[in-house]
């Protein structure tokens, strides 16, 4: 969990307005969240926040590289990162979905079992999708796994 990957908070999905504000899709608690962060990696650039508010489907924001509808357009589809390291401080026993992927999982006994590749929330709390080394892939409630520093280890009855 000490690498310093990007980590997606948001997606442009296109411009709003003619001044160059982005309508962004975000992945995190909200537009305020964003507002901690003074620069994000867009793809090959590098945006600085000017402003950010609630908007349609998330978030409308401003950027101060961004001067007009035809530059915002342009950037439709363009991911916006931070590196993990500029992520909160977390209280123990919480986690980002981002330092959960990659995690190696083990039965409660100790075997092998595969690789966290995905983390789902569907109304009802964490669901963990493990691939297993045959490539088949099962899904497993986060509250039957208990999360380690380098590994997650699941109740052998929910394993399939």
Known sequence: MANDRPV??????????????????????????????KTFSAGTRTLTLKSVRPGPNGAVARFAEVAGRTEAE????????????ALPPLEPGEYYHCDLIGLPCVSDAGAPVGTV??????????????????????MVPIHVVQIEAERAVIAAAFIE
């Open 74 to 85: 342009a950037l439709r589809g363009v991911v916006l990162t931070v590196p993990r390291s």
């Open 117 to 138: 590749v995905l983390v789902e929330n569907f109304g009802a709390g964490d669901i963990l999708e493990i691939e297993k080394p045959d490539g088949k892939r099962f």
């Open 8 to 37: 997606t908070l948001a997606a442009i999905i296109g411009a709003h307005g003619v001044a160059g504000e982005l309508r962004l899709k975000l992945f995190g608690d909200g537009p305020e969240s964003l507002k901690r962060y």
